[in-house]
């Protein structure tokens, strides 16, 4: 009997360290094998028959060549197994989509972390099937300016998680277009809006964008260092941007001067 516990102890311990390890894979692009082993406390060759173990269940964990190495989640033809079917996946990408452009409940990064790992893992096919129904779902809108696209939501989220550098095809409030590089940092929603912090490669500086403004992503593959900026000031810039949104105001000016100056500058 004690045998038995044992074993069964153990399989346990293999399966609760494997699920850590696909969470580990889940949260960055890219992970070397010593911090992997650091993090769940283990040895590299522990790691490595870990990572045979969730190939083995379909997970795609591919070991980029080279001297650094390392692993990272891929997405294969098929969705892992999630428990959940090719339709329980679509829907489900679309929900956190539509919910990921409103307010959601519990704060938006749980729902763009949720979607960020969803959306690393579907194939293709199935990527195709969840913009062509999103396109065609129609959430509540906010009460001014457009909606937010959950395709561009879901993007951006990948590339701010991945650090990756991405062109932004940009129309400002006048209308005007134009192509911006940047370093995505965050997603923040302010009032009815999304707003994403980045630095401005071409200005040398942070700068905070629109998304219902932002027309085009292109992803660049080049991994960035992210550079130093506190939460606070993550805030404040994202507070400021959104206080920005020009207002017609009509005001009754009252100016305490004698009537004749009054008359002669202003024709009263």
């Not at 692009?29 to 283990?42: E, M, Q």
């Amino acid at each position: 009997m004690t045998a038995i516990c044992d074993s069964l102890s153990r399989m346990t311990g293999t399966t609760s360290r494997a699920l850590a390890l696909l969470n580990l894979l889940q949260t960055h692009r890219h992970w070397r094998g010593s911090d992997l082993a650091a993090r769940l406390g283990v040895t590299q060759r522990t790691v490595r028959r870990d990572v045979d173990r969730l190939r083995e269940l379909g997970y795609r964990v591919e070991s980029p060549p080279g001297s650094a190495g390392g692993y990272r989640l891929e997405a294969g033809s098929a969705v892992p197994p999630l428990l959940l079917n090719d339709d329980e996946a679509v829907t489900m990408a679309i929900g956190l989509r539509i919910a990921a452009t409103q307010q959601p409940v519990g704060g938006p990064e749980v729902t763009l972390t949720a979607l960020a790992k969803l959306e690393q893992v579907l194939p293709s096919a199935l990527r195709r099937r969840v913009n062509a129904l999103a396109s065609s779902v129609h959430s509540p809108r906010a009460p001014e300016g457009r909606t937010v696209s959950p395709a561009v939501l879901g993007e951006l989220a990948l590339a701010a998680r991945d650090r990756e550098r991405v062109r932004l095809r940009y129309r400002n409030a006048r209308g005007q277009e134009s192509t911006r590089r940047v370093e995505p940092h965050a997603l923040a929603p302010a009032g009815h809006r999304w707003f994403l912090l980045s630095w401005d490669l071409d200005r040398d500086d942070w700068r905070t964008f629109r998304l219902d403004r932002i027309e085009k992503i292109e992803h660049t593959r080049v991994i960035f260092t992210p550079r130093d900026i506190s939460d606070d000031e993550v805030a404040e810039r994202v507070l400021i941007a959104s206080s920005w949104t020009p207002h017609q105001i009509e005001a009754d000016v009252v100016m305490d001067l004698p009537f004749v100056p009054m008359n002669e500058h202003f024709g009263v």
